[in-house]
């Protein structure tokens, strides 16, 4: 079965702590997106990267980091210098427009993470 | 540059009654333009995609949208509302070389019996 998974699907961090939510996609895809949903508004794009080895910063990236060294794996690593972490986090993935996609995007399961 | 507005946060219908989801979009060039769902604490899931054929576009679970360029509209409807429809619903827009979705801030739909 293709797909994205997100582990955990819940985490609990101490305040002061970084984490790092894993992403993973066997689809083949060149793209790759974190986001953050937080209740009652949309998606909140916080990075995301094209091809391996190459991320851009998205809206609201500061106090997160990510790298890409697999074309499979895009972690996010949320650090104590992000204010208010507590949120759902969305990844996804499309195939990349030089290979002819749209954008279409393919989402993860998603991961909550809550700072206590 | 591109942007979305959904109009209206929240909807509630009737079960058996029409869904009209409201989506508008705004881009200099010819749009993508994506329809999700999303239900509690899931992931999104493609409902329907307009990509310059068809303006009229059909997707999973009776939904369908018709991009209107002169209205610069991207509206979800499905005629009969089912209870298992009630859920989070996007709207996204994206143009050539962008390499991004940009979201709309969602319509919660509620359906009650």
């Known amino acids: 079965d293709g797909g994205i998974t997100q582990s955990p699907k819940y985490l609990f961090r101490k305040e002061g702590q970084n984490v790092t939510l894993s992403c993973e996609q066997n689809?083949?895809?060149?793209?790759m997106y974190w986001y953050r949903q937080d209740p009652g508004q949309g998606l909140r794009l916080i990075y995301y990267?094209?091809?391996?080895?190459?991320?851009q910063k998205g809206d609201i990236a500061e106090g997160y980091s990510v790298s890409r060294e697999k074309k499979e794996s895009f972690p996010l690593t949320v650090t104590s210098a992000q204010k208010n972490p507590t949120a759902f986090y969305l990844c996804?993935?499309?195939?990349?427009?030089?290979?002819?996609?749209?954008?279409?995007?393919?989402f993860g399961p998603g991961t909550r993470l809550t700072v206590l | 540059a591109q942007s979305v507005t959904q109009l209206g946060s929240h909807v509630s219908v009737s079960e058996g009654a029409l869904v009209l989801l409201r989506c508008n979009y705004s881009?200099?060039?010819?749009?993508?333009l994506f329809w999700y769902v999303q239900y509690p604490n899931q992931g999104l899931q493609l409902l329907l995609k307009?990509?310059?054929?068809?303006?009229l576009v059909k997707g999973i679970n009776g939904f369908e949208a018709e991009f209107k360029k002169s209205e610069t509209s991207f509206h979800l409807t499905k005629p009969s509302a089912h209870m298992s429809d009630a859920a989070e619903y996007f709207c996204?827009?994206?143009?050539?070389?962008?390499?991004?979705?940009?979201f709309g801030a969602g319509t919660r739909l509620a359906v009650h019996p």
């Open positions: 996804a993935s499309s195939i990349g427009e030089h290979r002819g996609g749209n954008n279409e995007q393919f």
């Open positions: 689809l083949n895809h060149d793209a």
């Open positions: 990267s094209q091809i391996v080895n190459d991320f």
């Open positions: 881009s200099s060039v010819p749009p993508y």
């Open positions: 307009y990509t310059s054929a068809a303006t």
């Open positions: 996204a827009v994206s143009v050539s070389g962008y390499n991004k979705l940009i």
